[in-house]
């Protein structure tokens, strides 16, 4: 089962990616997926046995992007905190031009 993902009208698609998401919280959980990079959000997306795992961000809620690890030598991590002080931990290929898209967005 794939997730779909449905963009707003006006909303550009710019970039589709595999990566994965770590849960907040002290038992962060990974989940592998996909990244949708659009002209107004990141959307990531997981599907299971229990159906569909999805996390927007819209960029206009995004305070601030940066370089994380997401474990011990393994520096592939993206953390996105939000104005309403959410972190988002972030895991992709080639993320320094992940971070450069993100910040190239935000409003």
């Known amino acids: 089962m794939k997730a779909t993902i449905e963009l707003k009208e006006n909303e550009t698609l710019i970039e589709q990616v595999k990566g994965d998401y770590y849960e907040p919280g002290l038992a962060s959980r990974q989940r592998s997926g996909g990244y949708t990079f659009t002209d107004q959000r ?3 997306t997981a ?3 229990f159906g569909a795992f999805v996390v927007e961000i819209a960029y206009e809620d995004i305070d601030s992007v940066g370089k994380c690890a997401i474990g011990p030598g393994l520096p592939f991590g993206i953390r996105v905190t939000t104005k309403a002080r959410e972190k988002h931990k972030l ?3 080639k993320r320094s ?4 898209l993100i910040e190239q967005n935000i409003r």
């Open 91 to 93: 895991s992709l290929l």
């Open 42 to 44: 990141i959307i990531f």
């Open 47 to 49: 599907t299971g046995l």
């Open 97 to 100: 031009k992940y971070i450069e």
